[in-house]
């Protein structure tokens, strides 16, 4: 069996495999920025994808399409919900079409992969997702984080649930086994501290689990005032979806840090009912700049933005802004701006911590509709509380941030 | 009726194909010097060509998966062992060494030395359990304990980094005594590593397949009853096949791990061990040329269709069935085919 | 605790038997076609979808499920003809890609279709809320889930025993060429066998629509938890993947009690440990 059989076989083969991948290698062109959006359009976050490149796109169109004169290219790629495809696009965007920024990861995982390749390449990241060591153990100068800290998120909550229904006392928690539910179950315990509420068990499930009758028949019968779901995603909607079946409407179901506006509609107005949830964004939102961004995308694409599309505006409207405030296109005179920069953003007065590089937003909490109070189909739920309190300093793992 | 092997055992297919029991011990054509020299420039020559004409972290994958296929087709197209858990093997080696290269032993042969006899020593548990059993049951067989070791990376979070894979990993370094030490953190020194790996790997393959023992090997795939009948142990050299393909993998997947410094939990996933059958099979079971082909179509596809569709798995699923409804020997058998058609006349032609 | 016991044991034993559907239709078709079908995740996932469908236009449940069953056998009669036909003739590691092949157009379709978005549907009103058993409550969805496949696999049992159909299949399985000999048509019989399979598989994805809702990964999840059910109960025996079905999804749910983080780990440890006592599985035959 030898490697191949004839001189033809092996020219022919030559040929094919020199021919193979001829990538448009276009390189930084003078005058264009290139910026990438980086999502997931298979996979587990399929729904993202789109919905991400499209408030980018929306941002870059409503600037004009251009920043300080050059021209900005977005490069739409999938990471399919995966570090190694996400790290894959991002270090081949960099290397062969010359980007220098992107946005748009959304699972922790990918983001927190591509993290790395953004330091070492020194890229500007502009990332999205639930896990805190976006800005704590594995923070970097390069990446900044626009979803709220965990931290901010769980108090927000609970200090809404805290003030309306003060007779409830007993937390039962189901959490994702995974770095995301563990950081959520770590705040769990010290808000709980902070407002009162007494942890009354716990139950670690895998990530991805779809199965969660088992779990709840233990929380069920531990008879809680609260069940609080530090899980995220299409668990948290197929937990959700199961409970509904026990019928155990004196249990209040809360997720912090579980649902995003975006995956509301997956679930039956009858199993979102009375459902607390934190938010980092919901359309409702009243301020000038979202406003703004509500109205010109709905008219575009006849739908209400989501927490995916907001979060890839927004960014990609911060950095445009600190573009033409930094008066430069290059990577570390941006960053030196964003870390100093205070802006009207969708989510009201914003700024980012430079030691951190945290978002500094408000949190928002809102409580699900019925059915019948439903004024259209995605009038999901309304804002009952907001909540900005930033993680405590001394909780932060973050250690000094390397110079540029 | 269809011919399906059932069962395993080979009904109507060992009638069609007789085993050349005869050929077992000679070693195969050795063709004149001129032609293995010009084999040997072109395929130097399409490696050195391969990161000119595309982005160079793909050309590097393209020789890690090439080597990860090749290690597969031992199993799959010569000693037709059917393995759907290759992914394990490749995990296995990816994540020892990234562990290694993370907690600060960068030494190179190190790395490489744990990848081999940690995907070595895997696959010898696994192939133990399971390589005397046929056909469909060891596929399942295989495919189950890929999906055991996931688990058991996904659970040993402090070690492997659970869903959010192993970072921090560091490309090692070379250190030769007179000469100095290497570093791979650029992109082409890395590259340069991966096709030195790449380049032995096949010539080992090669040499091996060609060996008596990898004549053995495709003796047992057309008709192992006979085969152990005149006196060769086959399930242990299928064992000895196993693991060398799977301390293969595990090289294949420590240069995954060092290529984008991280090793990501899918990549031991059983979808991992699809794709690499894939591979296999798209290019061509009959030489190791052909899973290398295999390799680099399925990942230029992948980024091609990904660029076109947003549903661009679609496109590869209709791909993967027009190619084998059409070309069931894949791609390098279809070359073969022309060529055959081209030159006639030109002696019999050898598997 | 024994209370806690009991109710998991209520609950694995309801799971389970959806498994047990789930795994029934993969060995019929490992049976008769000698292949295990990768497709088979994408089948379920598309009788859920089928399912959702018709309840949303406004007809029963009753009525989704028995599309998701025709849905998914004409979709198994399909992949049958375009996937596993034109390559039969070369061994079965070509029919295995290009079914899983299938498996990523039927994914990729079912997002085309229904969008990205994954769906939700609550059972009819008869089926909602938790019957109390006073050691446990058990959701009612998830009792009636269980008896109804209960129901189907004797259905099953009963044609494959019991008809003149279930004697071909019987045969076919056993005697493939035997059968081809006395002059029944067996690529029909093929045929037929993938389209039940694949309807097994659809209707399960409708049964659990409720309990898991659709999504295009949803295939995925299942293939794997039905291979392990198919390896237990042992590849050539038809039925042993009803016992393990029942088996799995009673280890899952007793492991949650003690270690819930690996209650998906322990199958497949289970899995090996079947193996090593057993090689041909509980229910195999060698």
Redesign the interface.
């Known amino acids: 069996?030898?490697?191949?059989?004839?001189?033809?076989?092996?020219?022919?083969?030559?040929v094919?495999?020199?021919?193979?991948?001829?990538?448009p290698?276009w390189g930084q062109r003078a005058g264009v920025v290139t910026m990438g959006v980086i999502t997931p359009?298979?996979g587990t976050f399929a729904y993202a994808?789109?919905l991400v490149a499209r408030g980018a796109s929306l941002a870059l169109e409503m600037h004009g399409g251009s920043v300080l004169g050059n021209a900005v290219r977005l490069l739409t790629?999938?990471d399919e919900g995966?570090?190694?495809s996400g790290?894959?696009r991002v270090?081949?965007a960099a290397?062969?079409d010359g980007m220098r920024y992107f946005i748009g990861a959304y699972s922790?995982?990918v983001g927190?992969?591509e993290s790395?390749?953004a330091q070492?390449e020194k890229l500007l990241q502009f990332a999205a997702g639930g896990?805190e060591d976006f800005t704590g153990s594995?923070c970097g100068r390069y990446t900044f984080q626009w979803s709220a800290h965990p931290y901010t998120a769980m108090r927000a909550t609970l200090e809404y649930v805290r003030k309306t229904f003060p007779q409830k006392k007993t937390i039962y928690t189901l959490t994702a086994d995974?770095?995301f539910g563990h950081a959520l179950l770590k705040y769990t315990k010290i808000v709980a501290a902070e407002l009162g509420f007494e942890l009354v068990g716990n139950d670690n499930h895998?990530?991805g689990e779809r199965q969660y009758t088992q779990y709840l028949t233990k929380a069920v019968a531990a008879r809680p005032d609260i069940l609080l779901l530090n899980t995220a995603g299409a668990d948290a909607v197929t937990a959700v979806r199961q409970f509904a079946s026990f019928g155990a409407e004196n249990i209040a179901v809360v997720g912090p840090w579980s649902l995003e506006v975006d995956q509301l509609a997956e679930l039956a107005p009858e199993m979102r009912t009375g459902l607390v949830l934190g938010q980092n964004y919901y359309p409702d939102i009243d301020t000038p700049a979202n406003r703004e961004f509500v109205g010109t995308y709905t008219k575009k694409f006849s739908a209400l933005p989501g927490y995916s599309s907001a979060y890839a505006y927004d960014a990609v409207r911060a950095l445009l802004m600190a573009m033409e405030k930094a008066n430069s296109t290059e990577v570390p005179d941006v960053i030196k701006t964003l870390e100093q920069m205070s802006w009207d953003g969708v989510l009201g007065r914003m700024s980012i911590d430079p030691k951190t590089h945290q978002l500094i937003r408000p949190y928002f909490v809102v409580r699900c509709k019925q059915a019948s109070d439903m004024r259209h189909a995605a009038d999901f739920a309304d804002i009952v509380a907001n909540g900005d309190k930033p993680q405590p300093p001394e909780l932060n793992e973050c250690k000094q941030m390397p110079a540029l | 009726?269809?011919?399906?092997?059932?069962?395993g055992t080979v009904?109507a297919?060992s009638i069609e194909e007789p085993v050349e029991i005869s050929s077992v011990g000679t070693t195969?054509?050795p063709?004149p010097l001129t032609?293995n020299l010009?084999?040997s420039i072109?395929?130097i020559?399409?490696v050195s060509?391969?990161p000119l004409?595309?982005?160079?972290?793909?050309a590097t994958?393209?020789l890690i998966f090439g080597i990860f296929a090749m290690a597969a087709n031992l199993l799959?197209g010569?000693a037709g062992l059917?393995s759907f858990g290759q992914a394990a093997f490749f995990g296995t080696g990816g994540y020892a060494a990234g562990y290694l290269l993370a907690h600060g032993w960068t030494s190179l042969p190190l790395a490489l030395v744990v990848a081999c006899g940690s995907g070595g020593l895997i696959a010898a548990a696994v192939g133990i359990?399971s390589i005397?059993?046929l056909?469909?049951?060891f596929?399942?067989?295989t495919?189950?304990?890929n999906?055991?070791v996931y688990?058991?990376v996904?659970?040993w979070?402090s070690v492997t980094g659970?869903?959010?894979?192993l970072?921090?990993i560091r490309r090692p370094v070379l250190e030769l005594p007179f000469v100095g030490s290497f570093s791979f953190d650029d992109?082409r020194s890395f590259y340069a590593l991966a096709s030195v790996l790449f380049l032995a790997t096949?010539i080992v393959l090669?040499r091996m397949?060609?060996s008596p023992f990898?004549l053995v090997l495709?003796a047992s795939r057309q008709n192992s009853r006979r085969t152990v009948s005149l006196g060769y142990p086959v399930p242990m050299l299928q064992l000895v096949a196993f693991v060398i393909a799977g301390a293969i993998s595990g090289v294949a997947g420590a240069l995954?791990a060092m290529l984008?410094?991280?090793m990501?939990?899918?990549?031991v996933h059983?979808?991992g061990s699809?794709y690499v059958?894939?591979m296999v099979?798209i290019g061509g079971q009959?030489?190791?040329?052909g899973p290398?082909?295999g390799a680099?179509?399925f990942?230029?596809l992948q980024?091609?269709f990904?660029?076109v569709w947003?549903?661009?798995?679609?496109l590869?699923?209709?791909?993967?069935?027009v190619i084998?409804?059409s070309l069931?020997n894949g791609?390098?058998g279809f070359?073969?085919k022309?060529?055959s058609w081209?030159?006639k006349g030109?002696g019999q032609?050898?598997? | 605790m024994l209370w806690l016991i009991s109710a998991q044991l209520v609950n694995g034993i309801a799971i389970g038997m959806i498994y047990a559907l789930m795994s029934f239709g993969l060995s019929i078709i490992?049976g008769l076609?000698?292949?295990?079908n990768?497709a088979h995740g994408a089948l379920y996932a598309l009788g859920a979808y089928l399912c959702y469908s018709v309840v949303s236009l406004g007809m029963s449940f009753a009525v989704g499920l028995a599309v998701a069953f025709l849905g998914a056998a004409l979709a198994g009669l399909a992949l049958d003809r375009?996937?596993i036909?034109?390559?039969?003739?070369?061994?079965?590691?070509?029919?295995?890609?290009?079914l899983?092949?299938?498996?990523?157009?039927i994914?990729?379709?079912l997002?085309?279709g229904w969008g990205t978005v994954g769906l939700s549907y609550s059972p009819p009103p008869i089926l909602r809320g938790a019957i109390n058993l006073g050691f446990t409550i058990v959701p009612r969805y998830i009792a009636f889930a269980s008896v109804f496949s209960a129901l189907v696999i004797s259905a099953v049992w009963l044609l494959i025993e019991r008809t003149k159909f279930g004697a071909y299949v019987r045969a076919g399985i056993e005697r493939?060429?035997t059968t081809?000999a006395l002059g029944i048509n067996?690529?029909l019989l093929?045929s037929a066998g993938m389209m039940l399979g694949a309807g097994l598989a659809g209707l399960a994805g409708g049964l659990a629509l409720p309990l898991v809702g659709a999504t295009s990964t949803m295939g995925?999840d299942m293939l794997?938890i039905a291979?392990?059910v198919?390896?237990i109960g042992g590849?050539?025996s038809l039925y042993g993947s009803i016992a393990a079905g029942v088996l799995v999804g009673v280890v899952q749910s007793l492991m949650t009690i003690a270690a819930p983080?690996?209650s998906?780990?322990i199958i497949?440890?289970v899995?090996?440990g079947v193996?090593?006592l057993r090689?041909q599985g509980l229910f195999g035959e060698r």
């Open positions: 069996m030898p490697i191949a059989q004839t001189r033809r076989d092996v020219l022919l083969s030559a094919a495999l020199a021919a193979a991948p001829i990538l290698a359009t298979t994808g789109d790629r999938d995966k570090p190694a790290v894959r270090q081949e290397t062969s922790s995982a927190l992969a790395e390749v070492r896990s594995r995974y770095v895998p990530s | 009726m269809r011919s399906s092997d059932h069962n009904l297919k195969a054509r063709g032609a010009i084999r072109g395929i020559g399409a060509i391969l004409v595309m982005p160079i972290n793909i994958e393209i799959i010569t059917y359990l005397r059993r056909g469909i049951y596929m399942m067989l495919f189950a304990f999906q055991l688990y058991i996904y659970s979070r659970g869903e959010d894979g970072a921090g992109n096949m090669v397949v060609n990898g495709a995954f984008y410094r991280i990501p939990i899918d990549s059983w979808t699809a059958v894939f099979v009959r030489n190791m040329l290398v082909i680099a179509v990942i230029w980024g091609l990904s660029l947003t549903r661009w798995p679609l590869l699923g209709v791909f993967v069935i084998m409804a069931p791609l390098v070359v073969s022309l060529s081209t030159v030109r032609r050898q598997c | 490992k076609l000698n292949i295990p990768f375009f996937a036909q034109p390559v039969s003739g070369s061994g079965y590691l070509p029919q295995l890609i290009t899983f092949g299938a498996a990523l157009v994914e990729q379709a997002l085309i493939p060429e081809q067996v690529d093929l995925g794997g291979f392990v198919l390896v590849l050539g983080a690996a998906t780990a497949y440890a899995m090996i193996l090593l090689p």
